[in-house]
């Protein structure tokens, strides 16, 4: 049974940092690409950043570039997203999500993180 399984997610001040950390099971974790989502409250789901588990590429939104940060740890099948610099528009519940847009793309339940002073 595929698993993925967010946290690290809270309140956070503006400028502070975050890590989030998405635990995987269930599925060979070289095999696919690991993204992260995010939703504020009355917004569309926006893309994050994704990590090609398979050769470590990655890929970041323009809106995150030079301030997040992901990566991963094969022995803990763990990937991870480091917020550094964050803002009050970022306040959003964070999903991890399993090969986006192909067949056997899946969710996780996500964690939020409010960005407030």
């Known amino acids: 049974e595929v698993q993925l399984v967010e946290s690290g997610g809270g309140l956070v001040q503006p400028g502070g940092s975050l890590r989030l950390s998405c635990a995987a099971s269930g599925f060979t974790f070289g095999d696919y690409a690991i993204a992260w989502f995010r939703q504020a409250p009355g917004k569309e789901r926006e893309g994050v950043s994704v990590?090609?588990?398979?050769?470590?590429?990655?890929y970041y939104a323009d809106s995150v570039k030079g301030r997040f940060t992901i990566s991963s740890n094969r022995a803990k099948r763990t990937v991870y997203l480091q917020m550094n610099s964050l803002r009050p528009e970022e306040t959003a519940v964070y999903y991890c999500v399993k090969s986006i847009g192909l067949p056997g793309e899946f969710w996780g339940q996500g964690t939020q993180v409010t960005v407030s002073s």
């Open positions: 990590l090609w588990t398979s050769d470590g590429g990655t």
